[in-house]
């Protein structure tokens, strides 16, 4: 499975990129105002570190607007996968620019169906946000699962990006029900590695360790 990095942080980025941990990032406008950067620019920086795909967002909301502004963030770096609504004026660009062999992210998806129009549509990613689906007591999981089995039914290729991610558990169920990608804030990515038998592990070994009086270096 693939990790996204959920954010426009290039510090936590540069971070989790030099453990191996990135496999791409996904931004959008909150993420971007969240950052306090420029869109154009921070984007460039974060291409500049990761070499997997990069997704910006457009903010138009009709199509025509959306695809020339895919095409301008596309010219950013070969990395960058443009990210499109799910809506019909959405899905029209995703068509186009996918048809001129763009990566396109169709994001905020919150059904089976939208998912299923998102893939004849060319989408390189389906972005369903698993977390957003629990806050409102409908299983993001499911439609996780759900999604997997109607790309698999057809044949389609696009990949399931599972966002919205916020706890290490949507990582496993993820990955479980078959999520291409995740795409998780750092500090989730950052509490995969916790464990307190690890840590109770750890303690222990590094009292007795004490107690040998011996040294390895
Ligand atoms: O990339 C979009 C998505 O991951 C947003 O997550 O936590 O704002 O619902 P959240």
Not at 187 to 193: M, P, R
Request: proline share 4%.
């Amino acid at each position: 499975m693939k990790f996204f990095i959920d954010t426009a942080d290039v510090a936590a980025i540069a971070e989790l990129n030099d453990l191996g941990m990135v496999d791409g990032v996904t931004t959008n406008p909150s993420i971007i105002l969240k950052s306090g950067r420029d869109i154009l620019e921070v984007t460039k920086e974060i291409c500049g570190i990761v070499s997997g795909p990069v997704s910006a967002e457009v903010v138009a909301m009709k199509a025509d607007d959306m695809i020339k502004e895919g095409r301008k963030l596309a010219e950013i770096a070969p990395n960058i996968t443009v990210k499109v609504p799910l809506t019909w004026d959405g899905l029209r660009a995703c068509k186009v620019l996918s048809g001129e062999g763009r990566m396109v992210n169709v994001t905020l998806c919150f059904s089976a169906n939208q998912a299923l129009i998102a893939a004849k549509a060319g989408a390189t990613f389906i972005s369903p946000f698993v977390g957003r689906m629990d806050d409102i007591n409908l299983d993001g999981m499911e439609l996780i699962a759900d999604i997997r089995q109607i790309y698999d039914n057809y044949g389609f290729d696009t990949q399931i990006l599972a966002a919205s991610i916020r706890t290490v558990n949507h990582v496993t169920q993820s990955a479980l029900v078959g999520a291409d990608v995740i795409t998780a804030p750092p500090a989730v990515i950052k509490a995969l590695a916790n464990h307190p038998l690890t840590d109770a592990g750890l303690a222990q070994f590094e009292k007795d360790w004490a107690k040998t009086g011996q040294k390895i270096l």
